[in-house]
């Protein structure tokens, strides 16, 4: 046993394999040994006795034992190898001949150890792969260089001269070659990595391929290497410059230490022998040095432009001889990395932006120079600069900061020139690491000092040009185009920098050495050479769309239009989807701000569409009517809102929202009056072509309508509302609703009660709709809840039964009694849905009225509590348009529709013509006030006109005629315009009246101008409702502080917009 490790060790007799072990394990006390072999004692002394055993000395051999030194060498090293082979249970080969054998061995058969497994296969001691084995060493050999780093050179046996004798320490430097394995080899063999066979460059210590899955003897692929300290891989094709340069980027410790050694390495002194891959020197080079240290500083940044490029997976341009391109490189094929994808795009490595690239860097530079200035100042700046040896910080620098560093013979720029650049790049450097971006082309050092914010998705783009923050403080400050404010708050609040920087205006001193990296509070004022003839005329910035152009208008007109007509808030177009959206669509659209949107794009929209679309209509419609509403915003300010129906002279009915202003309190009828009447001075709408006004029957509100005198017309919905409601809240059905609501929350509320109706409706094969329930406010959601009740209330009842609900099962009295609420209400529900469309609907209220009177009479079928519910509504219904004024109206109407002016819903003809005289007397009024042309100027406009010749029946009974036609006085042609009227054939209900009219204005003059005039009246409030609810929609909990006037501009945009 060794009494330094503990290892047991075979015996017998001889001391060799003994002197192996400490060789091979323990070589600083093997060492020790060899030194007292040649003055030691023949016996030891008493103090001897006990030693440790690194003192203990080499015993004496025969004279004729060994005769050399390198002969006892050679023992060593097969001893060393015997034991390597035992202790991986393998045979040697008998009489080897070569030195690899040392490394290499057979299985042996398990039953018997000292017979060989298999002599076709050999297995290597110190991985213990199994390899082929045909009776040649060349696979063994391969392997060992390959695996273990272990050339052909140093396997064979080195002879020396018989003249020469061999010193210990190239003994032990021998030995410890035989016997040590390699670090180098040792590092690539941790990593699964092959070396270069034969290298001649100390760079492939720290580089290896990557070896084959299926058979790691073989090379996966030589166009790639792995670098073993990082593990990065790299492209090799045949050079180790981008190797090189790795290294100096990523392990500047190991670089500069091989690097250090490339003069004057001496040969490699014992010591060195097995030290780490840092310590390894450089290859020797020649005596005179052909390359100096700015040479290498030029490739190394042009390889860390390399590694930086590669991360983006780019591919560089073969004959590039521009610095522009270290940011610039092709994008590379998916399934081929060493492929181009395309050569006629570039991209850039620092925003990941496609620039089109035909052969010349122009159009590069000034994508530079309008994305990142700062990069191309500097290497704009330092093009000339003259630097004899970089320093170690400029090691792994940026790409931002790689430049070719060209050194020409005589040096132009002094030390304040290379000042001047080092001031800029730390401003950059604070601006950077705020998150700022720099102002393009800046005449003041106070722009060290400031910068823009930037665009969160985008870093590249500027958010606000109309802010700037400061990199000291963080204090957002306005801009305007000048400095005044920003030099001032230098002043304010950092007085030291803003001293430093107005005391060198006039006078800065050129930058000593030392001063190079110091923070902004040092940086000086630019200099800008007076002789500078060249200007940066060369540079295109990026062909972004001009503020004023054609496609820029076009774009933030049709992003106006969505936030207005889709009712967003504006602050969308600072979200970044919404940006990231615009970009996609067209990046040189740049979106203006959202103060932009605000106070100019919005509001000019809002003038263009009123002078353009809604004012010109409002001002030539010949007859007009409103509807009006008040109603509450979130911040409890009250909005009036004013809808205008007009039809246009191609007989369209148009609506347009002409008002939604505030209205302070008090909200009394005067008020309401006051604002009503602003409105129309405005609009410049007069009174007398105001035909009806449309509201609910809030009494503030009809009462402002009739102290201003115009025509009020109570809207039918809330009139409705108010009939339905009066009849469902009887004694006689309250219960019965009261049941079937609280039944309906059971459901919604229990999840067994739910899956238990589920499963009824299957077993019915009932449609699996769930239940609704009413709403207080709503009478048309009760039924809705009574026909879901209706259509499910086999499996309610099955579901009751099963849940032993008893008391909410519904009576066969009251099932009959739901079956005909729900046949009541559902002729009311479309008679509101008909009335509150965006068609003529005037003209149907009267028929509605008579067919909601009929609907209401007593039945025989009826159960005595549907007779309650009728009798409460006829009640209500025989309140409201009982009005002279109103039913005047609705008879007019009526009648001036095509479909319905027999009126065969009336039953006593008397009324009908009653409506007739009606009909004729305001015909005769209208004829009265307003100048009428003869017959003869009252046909089509296209007829040609009579011959100047006068015809013989005129000259016969031309006089006859003329007294005919003076006779026709206004309320003779008003009654024959109704009997011709009369007697035109009727259209059908599904045919549309305006269409008629287009189609008989010419024949009927009066009719039409009353038809015109009538029938653009809405029967509900509807119209001012939708208004209120898109008004809701944008004054949200979001933007509740809104200006009444944008809400004004808001809701014009969103209704009017087609």
Request: glycine share 4%.
């Amino acid at each position: 046993m060794c009494a330094l490790c503990e290892t047991l060790l075979t015996y017998s007799g001889s001391t060799t394999s003994l002197r192996c072990h400490l060789r091979a394990s323990h070589p600083g006390d093997y060492r020790k040994v060899e030194e007292t072999s040649s003055n030691a004692p023949s016996t030891p002394s008493r103090s001897d006795v006990g030693a440790r055993p690194s003192r203990l000395r080499k015993r004496d051999t025969p004279s004729n034992q060994f005769e050399t030194d390198s002969d006892l060498s050679e023992v060593l090293v097969k001893m060393n190898a015997l034991e390597l082979l035992l202790s991986k249970q393998l045979l040697p080969k008998k009489d080897a001949k070569s030195d690899v054998w040392n490394f290499f061995g057979f299985k042996t058969d398990p039953d018997d150890e000292s017979k060989i497994l298999d002599h076709s296969k050999v297995v290597c001691a110190l991985c213990e792969t199994l390899l082929p084995f045909s009776g040649n060493t060349t696979n063994l050999r391969s392997h060992l260089q390959t695996r273990h780093g272990t050339g052909p050179s140093k396997l064979r046996k080195r002879k020396t001269p018989s003249s020469r004798s061999k010193t210990e320490s190239d003994l032990s430097v021998k030995v410890s070659v035989k016997m040590d394995a390699s670090p180098v080899s040792e590092l690539l063999r941790s990593k699964h990595l092959l070396s270069k066979k034969k290298p001649k460059s100390d760079v492939w210590n720290f580089f290896g391929f990557k070896t084959d899955p299926d058979d790691e003897t073989k090379v996966l692929n030589r166009c790639e290497v792995v670098c073993a300290l990082c593990e990065i891989l790299l492209p090799y094709s045949g050079n180790t410059t981008n190797l090189r340069c790795h290294l100096i980027t990523r392990h500047p410790g190991d670089y500069t230490e091989v690097q250090g050694t490339l003069s004057n390495a001496p040969s490699t002194p014992c010591s060195d022998v097995g030290a780490g891959p840092s310590k390894l020197r450089e290859r020797k080079t020649l005596s005179s040095q052909s390359k100096t240290d700015s040479d290498l500083s030029e490739v190394s940044v042009e390889m860390d432009a390399l590694e930086f490029l590669r991360s983006k997976h780019l591919l560089p341009d073969k004959d590039e001889k521009s610095d522009i391109r270290n940011f610039f490189w092709f994008k590379t094929d998916p399934d081929d990395e060493s492929k181009i994808l395309n050569h006629s795009k570039v991209m850039c490595a620092l925003c990941e932006r496609l620039v089109p690239f035909s052969g010349s860097t122009t159009n590069l530079k000034g994508h530079l120079q309008s994305r990142h200035p700062g990069d191309y100042r500097r290497i704009k700046d330092t093009s000339s600069i003259a630097q004899s040896t970089p320093s170690c910080p400029d090691v792994g620098a940026h790409p931002s900061k790689m430049r070719k560093r060209k050194l020409p013979s005589s040096q132009s720029k002094t030390d304040s020139d290379l000042s001047e650049v080092s001031v800029n790049m730390d401003a950059l450097e604070l601006l950077r690491s705020k998150h700022l971006l720099s102002k393009k082309k800046p005449k003041s050092d106070v722009w060290n000092f400031f910068g823009f914010k930037t665009d969160p998705d985008d870093e590249t783009k500027i958010l606000d040009h109309s802010e700037v923050m400061c990199a000291l403080c963080e204090i957002l400050l306005p801009y305007s185009g000048n400095t005044t404010n920003l030099r001032y708050h230098l002043k304010a609040r950092h007085p030291g920098e803003y001293s430093e920087v107005q005391g060198t205006v006039s006078h800065a001193p050129s930058m000593p050495c030392s001063d190079v990296g110091a923070g902004p509070s040092k940086l000086r004022e630019r200099k800008t050479p007076s002789s500078q003839s060249k200007t940066d005329s060369f540079v295109i910035e990026e062909d972004q769309y001009e503020a004023g152009s054609t496609k820029a208008k076009e774009l933030t007109k049709a992003v106006a239009y969505h936030l207005a007509r889709d009712m967003k808030p504006i602050y969308t177009v600072m979200e970044s989807g919404f940006v990231q959206m615009l970009k996609t669509f067209d990046s040189r659209y740049v979106l203006p701000s959202r103060k932009e949107f605000s106070t100019t794009i919005i509001p000019d929209m809002y003038k263009e569409l009123c002078s353009t679309t809604v004012r010109p209509f409002t001002e030539s419609a010949e007859a007009y009517a409103m509807t009006t509403d008040l109603w509450m915003a979130r911040n409890m300010t009250k909005f009036l809102g004013i809808t205008f129906h007009a039809i246009d002279d191609d007989w369209d009915l148009k609506t347009y929202t002409i008002g939604n202003m505030e209205c302070p309190p008090p909200h009394s009828a005067d008020q309401i009056a006051s604002s009503l009447k602003s409105i129309l001075k405005e609009w410049n709408l007069t009174e007398s072509r105001l035909s009806t006004v449309t509201t609910d029957k809030t009494p503030s509100m009809v009462k402002a309508v009739n102290d201003l005198g115009w025509g009020h017309l109570p809207c039918f919905g809330h009139f409705l509302n108010s009939v339905v409601k009066a009849g469902l809240e009887t004694n006689q059905v309250y219960t019965t609703l009261t049941r079937c609501s609280k039944l309906v929350d059971m459901v919604r509320k229990s999840s067994n009660a739910s899956l238990l109706l589920t499963k009824k409706q299957k077993m019915l094969d009932l449609p699996q709709n769930e239940l609704i329930q009413a709403v207080e406010t709503r009478w048309n959601s009760t039924l809705n809840m009574l026909t879901r009740f209706v259509e499910q209330q086999q499996a309610i009842c099955a579901m009751l039964l099963e849940l032993e609900h008893h008391e909410l099962m519904p009576s066969s009295l009251e099932l009959k009694t739901v079956e005909q609420l729900v046949t009541l209400l559902k002729p009311m529900k479309d008679m509101i849905e008909f009335l509150s469309g965006s068609d003529v609907t005037i003209s149907g209220l009267f028929p509605c009225l008579y067919c909601l009177e009929k609907n209401l009479l007593k039945n025989e079928a009826d159960t005595w509590a549907l007779g309650f519910v009728k009798r409460a509504m006829a009640e209500k219904l025989g309140e409201v348009y009982k009005d002279r004024y109103v039913e005047e109206r609705l008879h007019l109407c009526s009648f001036l529709d095509p479909r319905l002016k027999t009126m065969p819903f009336v039953e006593d003809r008397s009324i009908v013509e009653g409506v007739h005289e009606l009909v004729s007397l305001t015909l005769t009024k209208m004829a009265e006030a307003l100048p009428f042309d003869s017959p003869d100027q009252q046909g089509d406009d296209d007829v040609s006109e009579a011959p100047s010749k006068t015809s013989r029946i005129t000259s016969l009974f031309g006089d006859m005629y003329s007294s005919i036609v003076t006779q026709m006085n206004p309320e003779a042609m008003a009654k024959d315009e109704v009997l011709r009227y009369i007697r035109e054939p009727s259209l059908t209900l599904e045919e549309d009246p305006l269409k008629w009219w287009k189609m008989n204005e010419h024949r009927f003059k009066l009719l039409a101008r009353a038809a015109r005039e009538y029938l653009c009246i809405p029967v509900t409030s509807v119209p001012t409702e939708r208004l209120f609810s898109t008004a809701g929609d944008i004054v949200s909990s979001k933007r509740a502080c809104l200006k009444p006037s944008h809400v004004d501009h808001l809701t014009f945009l969103h209704d009017n917009l087609e």
